[in-house]
């Protein structure tokens, strides 16, 4: 049986060795190194059996065997540079998964501060702020605020005022692949009510008023196509954003 830990910005149960959390795309940056050494120590036992081909080479010519080696050792040097760097963006604007005493102290007032202020924004209603306060300590200060009251309803609040963002991209004539899979799983995670009981009281209109037309009238889902998704895609309390992608790529053509 495979270990499992517990994702620390979304509390879903994932897989030790996963190299992203599936329900929110935190970076387990545990799981990502060690798939990063693995890959490393692939490339490595490359490089070893490559090194064998001057044996070869003799009977095509040194020269020759030589050039083949040097081509190769320089493509896969740049292919560990490029997973290098790929986990380097991948992990540059997420929360820090391993902390030290200090910052673990540091990261524990942070939740304590930023529960206190999503708690008056929910009280005050106020989505904006929510989103705020959730994506500062996310994105700017690399801070997994996950436990602190109504951390559900500021993720929710994110989600809304990304989509907000990027529904004008319905209005252009053809949608890029990762423009189409944004709308998409915004629109999911609400048509599925992953925002919580906590955010029943804020999001259950807009999903109503907001949410379902955009669902029906631009994307061209039916509600049979929804609850034909849903067991794909509703892992509670989140809805699972590659399944999403993958269950609903060939729709993208009709968005509107």
């Not at 490359?46 to 030589?66: D, H, M, Q, R, Y």
């Not at 106020?126 to 700017?140: F, G, L, N, Q, T």
């Not at 994110?158 to 990027?166: F, I, N, P, V």
């Not at 053809?174 to 189409?180: F, G, P, V």
Request: glycine content about 6%; overall charge negative.
């Amino acid at each position: 049986m495979k270990e499992m830990i517990i994702c620390p910005n979304c509390g879903a149960e994932i897989e030790k060795d996963a190299t992203k959390c599936p329900y929110c795309d935190y970076i387990n940056r545990e799981g990502a190194e060690k798939k990063f050494r693995k890959d490393v120590e692939e490339i490595r036992e490359n490089i070893e059996e490559t090194k064998k081909e001057p044996a070869k080479a003799l009977v095509k010519g040194f020269t020759g065997g030589t050039r083949v080696i040097l081509i190769t050792v320089l493509v896969l040097v740049l292919l560990v540079g490029l997973c290098f760097l790929e986990l380097l963006r991948e992990t540059k604007d997420k929360p820090k998964m391993f902390l030290t005493a200090e910052e673990q102290e540091y990261a524990a007032a942070y939740t304590r501060i930023a529960g206190e202020q999503l708690s008056e924004a929910y009280d005050a209603k106020d989505i904006a702020r929510m989103a705020e306060i959730y994506d500062k300590a996310y994105s700017e200060d690399r801070i997994s605020i996950w436990g602190a009251p109504y951390y559900e309803v500021g993720y929710a609040s994110s989600c809304y005022m990304k989509l907000q963002q990027c529904l004008p991209n319905l209005d252009k004539e053809k949608l890029s692949k990762h423009e189409a899979e944004e709308i998409t799983y915004y629109c999911f995670y609400f048509y599925y009510e992953a925002y919580g009981e906590d955010g029943a009281e804020i999001f259950d209109p807009i999903r109503e008023t907001e949410i379902l037309p955009i669902i029906e009238d631009r994307l061209g889902f039916t509600e049979e196509d929804m609850e034909n998704f849903r067991e794909e895609v509703w892992f509670p309390p989140n809805v699972n954003r590659s399944k999403v992608y993958k269950v609903t790529g060939k729709y993208f053509k009709n968005y509107h």
